[in-house]
Each structure stands twice: as C-alpha cells, then as structure tokens.
C-alpha cells in the first residue's frame, strides 16, 4: 500500500497537545501555590529554628551555672575534700561559704543550684534544697555506683530526689574527685530542678506543641510532658541521620505527621526538639489548600477524559497488534495480519513478521545444533574406553589361561564383555543407579582381578527406594577409574573406594571417596583448565566431560565439586536432579 494512504500518528499526538495546552494554565495555577506554599513553610521551619536556638543559649547559660559552682568547689576545697586528715567541721563551713557567695550572684538571675559532696571515707554534704534522704538515693543508684570504676570525670544525670515527701527529678552535674594515683575520693554533685530548663521554654510551649530536651544519650532530661522526663527517647546518632542537626523536617507520628525542628548546642551537647502537628500549621492555609484540591480535582478529570477519548483512537490499531502478537507468541510465533489503518502499524506489523521469520529460523538452527551435540556428548561417551586398558586386559586373560587359571581367566572375560557391553549399547542416555551399581561392580572387579596386589575394597550405600531412579549413563565409572589409574597411582595399604547416594528434596547428592594420594589445590584447579592438550590427563578428559553433561542435561544449579588433600584421599560429589523412570523417553528429562 502507498504511503500516502496511511495516517501519522504524529498528526493525532498535535490535537493531543491542543488538549495538554489547556491543562497548562491549571498546572502554572497549581505551581504558583507550591511555591508560596512551600516559601511559607520555609520560613515557619526558619523562626522555629530561630527559637529553639534562643532556648538553647538560655540553657547554656543554666549548664555554665550548673558547672560554675561545681567546678569553684572544686577548685576551692577540692584538695580538702580528698585529704585523709580533714576537719569535718571546718570544711563544711567551707563549702557553706563558697556556696553563700555564689548564691548571691545567682539569685539576680532567678537560679538556685544545690550543692551535694559525697567523699568514700564518710563524708557527706548536702546544701539547702537537697535532704539526707536525697543523699542515700544518690549512694544506691546505679551510675553512682558506677563511678567507683569508670574513668569519667564528669557527667550530667537526670536523677529523683524527695522534697516535702514529693518525688520530682533533678538534672545533675557531677564532677569526680581523685588523688594523684587517680583513684576514685567522691563526687561533687550540682543541681537544679528540671522545672528550670521547663520555665526557658514555658513561655513558647501550648497544648498543641510538644518540646523537650535531649542529652547527648538521646536521654530527656526536660519534657513538656513531664512523665517522660528521664527515659530514653532517642538513640542520638539514628537520630541525626534520620534528621539531621539544626534542621526542621516533616515527620510520620503514629496517625499523624508533624514539624520536627531540632536545635543542637555543641556547648552542651544537648539537643533541644520541638514537635507541632502539620494540621495546626495548616490551618491558616486550610482555605488556599480546599481550593487548591478543588482545581486539581476539576483540572484532572477534564484532561482524563480528553486524554482517554484521544489516546483511546491512537491506541486501538496498536491495541488490536499487541493482542496479536500475544497470540502469535503462544501459538509457536505464527505472523499476524498486516495493519493498514496508520503508516506506523503497518510498518510495525510488518516488522514483526520479519522478526518472526529470523527467530523461526534461529530456533530450528539452535533445536539442530542441540541434537548435534548431544550425539557429539554420547559419541565421546562410547569412544572413551581406554585402547591401553582393554589391551592390558586381554594380555592379562591371556596369561591367566597358559597359567590353566582358566576359572579366574573366565570371570575377567565375563567382567569385560560387560563392560565393553555398557560402551557398546549405549543407545539410552539414562539407565537406573542399580544398573550403574552392578556395572562399577564389574568393572572393580576386572580391576581387581587385573592387578592382585592391589587389595581394593569397593563400599556402595544406597537407600532401596532410590535404586529404580534415574542417571546420566557412565556418570560413576570415568571418577572411580581416576581412583584406582591416579588416586592409588603410588601404592596404598588396603585401598578402598566408598560410593555414597542420598538424596535432599528435588536433587540427588552423590559421593565418591578413596583413601589414595590425593590432590593440591593447584592440581584440583587444573582439572578444569587444558582439558585437550596431548599432555593432559584421562581424568581430566573424563571429569570436564561430565561436568559438560551435567550442566548440559540439568542446568548450571548441579554440577560436580572435588575436594582433596595430599595424602588424605579425594572425594567428588555430584549434585543431579532426580529422574524418574516414566519422565525418561530416549534422551528427555522430566522430574
């Protein structure tokens, strides 16, 4: 047919666009409001930063407090408080003076930290604030105890303590007291009530915001939900990948998603977060978003429709192909008829067939060259029969009956004529794992006959129920040959060749084993490498040979592995799927 009788689809796809131009303006629409959308979400994320930042300079103000008066107290009577001959009397004096002067300073700027000094040798201090009981609770926690052994010198804890007979928490500094051999004197211990941190923040926090403060162990150590105060929320580098530092994200919480803006102060190390659901963001936007759905909703359905009517016409004639070319692949990739509607089907259509022809002739040409080589495989298989050793056994039967050993003469003959038969008749590629059984056995048996001095020993196990199952022809007896021509080359106390088959769900697992010289890894490597120079091995003929069939029969999944160690034997396993005996027909496999 002429070109000039088909349609372009180029020319279909123009009036598309026309309808593609008219949903632009609504896409330009919908842009804009991303933009000033996102712009404003930008900025809140900004301010937000701005004023967990501003709560994280006034807690670095209450952390160098905290730190001040522990460490002044250190410095000041830190030399006292671990001599061995102290007056108690005068150094709490001491302690109660260093602590008036800095409580004078820290009363304009509302804070009150209390003082708590606990020495090993008995010495106990607590300042107003602070109680006995509150001493005896720090003795009996865990990181207390823990000071005794770590290498900490200093530390913040959130810690219980009881004032007016009600349990609130404290967040402690602790700054660790040691002689000149570093062994552990006490603790000086600074407090100060977690409503402090919980007042720096108060002003910004309502029922709608969460915002807590993290320490550098993902601990919360100030929470607007004071229950949670003190347990571990986080796992601080999770953390930070999963957010980041210094950033405001959108994050999934159970049922809803909220604004998680994160402060981190590297003076401190602490990590101060505040959470506000998107729904109370967004409803000042609630008005912009319900139109803005509204217009994508209306702009969607009318471009659907245009777009399914047009693309509908475009995509019938290739539609109608599809469909049979899907029919012409299941039916051994029969041609299709030849579309006439568009210039493109027909071409498309025409292509196809072409493409059909080549692959029906590749397809012949690879079923051909298949049979080829597996006649190749079984010819090779009848040619291996060793010229040398059917001579040597000739002339070894010959011996035997000028000796008058005709009976043992008449055994090896009966032996051979069994074995050459295997060879001879192989016109199955498959026969059943007894009838390979009683061949080995032959064929060890004319060994054995052959050469007297060699005692060999041949050990079959084999389940009953697997005997009637299925394998490739002469799989055994090229690998039991190597045992006895390479594996007792050098000459071994009672050689024995132990034949093990299992078998592990869909697969039969076949081992063949002897005690001989065995092999280095080097030689083990070589098997598979140079299997044709005139130098080379039978062994290696005959295991890349069967190594070639199996994967040709079965697929690369099975296949054959040599383990070996000089002087401790070698061993060849064989992994082969199961056959059975009605899913053989000549050379088919089905399992």
């Known amino acids: 047919?002429?070109?000039k009788n088909k349609k372009k689809m180029q020319a279909i796809l123009f009036n598309l666009m026309s309808v593609v131009n008219i949903c632009i303006f609504v896409v330009v629409l919908l842009t804009v409001f991303v933009v000033i959308f996102n712009n404003s979400m930008n900025m809140i994320k900004k301010s937000r930063l701005e004023v967990l930042e501003q709560i994280g300079k006034r807690n670095e103000i209450i952390n160098n407090v905290v730190v001040y008066m522990a460490d002044n107290i250190f410095e000041t009577l830190g030399s006292e408080l671990i001599s061995q001959k102290k007056d108690y009397e005068q150094l709490t004096?001491?302690?109660?003076?260093?602590?008036?002067?800095n409580s004078r300073m820290l009363k304009k700027i509302q804070m009150e930290p209390t003082i708590i000094a606990i020495m090993r040798d008995g010495y106990e201090y607590y300042s107003a604030g602070e109680t006995k009981e509150n001493v005896g609770i720090i003795k009996n926690s865990m990181w207390y105890i823990n000071n005794f052994t770590n290498n900490e010198d200093e530390f913040w804890t959130v810690r219980f303590n009881v004032e007016d007979n009600i349990i609130n928490m404290k967040l402690s500094y602790g700054k660790i007291l040691r002689d000149n051999n570093k062994e552990y004197k006490g603790i000086i211990i600074a407090s100060i009530t977690e409503k402090t941190l919980n007042n720096v923040y108060a002003d910004v926090s309502d029922t709608e915001k969460m915002i807590y403060i993290l320490d550098e162990n993902g601990k919360a150590i100030s929470h607007s939900i004071q229950s949670l105060v003190g347990n571990?929320?986080?796992?601080?580098?999770?953390?930070f990948d999963n957010y980041g530092k210094n950033s405001s994200v959108f994050v999934a919480r159970n049922t809803k998603h909220v604004l998680l803006t994160n402060y981190y102060s590297e003076q401190t190390g602490w990590v101060i977060v505040e959470e506000i659901p998107v729904k109370s963001l967004l409803k000042s936007y609630s008005i912009i978003v319900y139109m803005a759905?509204?217009?994508l909703i209306f702009s969607t359905t009318i471009s659907f429709i245009a777009v399914y009517y047009t693309s509908r016409k475009i995509s019938k004639p290739m539609a109608d192909i599809t469909n049979k070319m899907i029919y012409s692949s299941e039916n051994e990739f029969s041609k299709i008829d030849i579309q006439t509607e568009y210039r493109e089907a027909y071409i498309l259509s025409n292509i196809f067939n072409m493409t059909i022809n080549k692959m029906n002739r590749l397809i012949e040409k690879i079923k051909d060259e298949e049979r080829n080589k597996r006649k190749f495989e079984l010819s090779f298989l009848r040619a291996q029969i060793n010229p040398h050793f059917l001579h040597n056994t000739l002339f070894s039967i010959k011996c035997l009956i000028e000796m008058n050993k005709s009976e043992k003469a008449n055994i090896m003959l009966s032996n051979l004529m069994?074995?050459?038969k295997m060879h001879i008749n192989a016109s199955k590629e498959f026969i059943s794992i007894s009838e390979e059984i009683e061949y080995?056995?032959?064929y060890v048996s004319l060994m054995q006959n052959r050469y007297d001095d060699r005692k060999?020993?041949?050990?079959i196990s084999v389940d009953d129920d697997l005997l009637e199952l299925y394998i490739p022809r002469l799989m055994l007896q090229p690998i039991v040959e190597n045992s006895i021509f390479h594996g007792f080359e050098k000459k071994v106390v009672d050689p024995v060749i132990n034949i093990n088959i299992d078998d592990f769900e869909s697969s039969l697992i076949i081992r063949i084993s002897d005690n001989g010289g065995g092999m280095t890894t080097e030689e083990i490597d070589n098997l598979w490498r140079n299997s044709y120079k005139k130098n080379s091995k039978f062994k290696q003929i005959g295991l890349i040979n069967i190594k070639k069939r199996?994967?040709?029969?079965?697929?690369e999944e099975n296949g054959i592995t040599v383990i070996s160690e000089p002087q401790k034997g070698t061993e060849v396993i064989l992994k082969l799927r199961k056959v059975l005996q009605e899913g053989i027909n000549g050379t088919d496999i089905n399992s």
Do not use: C, H, W
């Open 456 to 459: 060999l020993t041949l050990n």
């Open 293 to 295: 759905i509204y217009l």
């Open 93 to 101: 004096k001491g302690m109660d003076s260093v602590l008036d002067q």
């Open 1 to 3: 047919m002429k070109r």
């Open 550 to 555: 199996i994967e040709l029969l079965f697929g």
């Open 418 to 420: 069994k074995t050459l």
């Open 440 to 442: 080995l056995k032959n």
């Open 232 to 239: 571990n929320l986080y796992y601080m580098p999770a953390f």
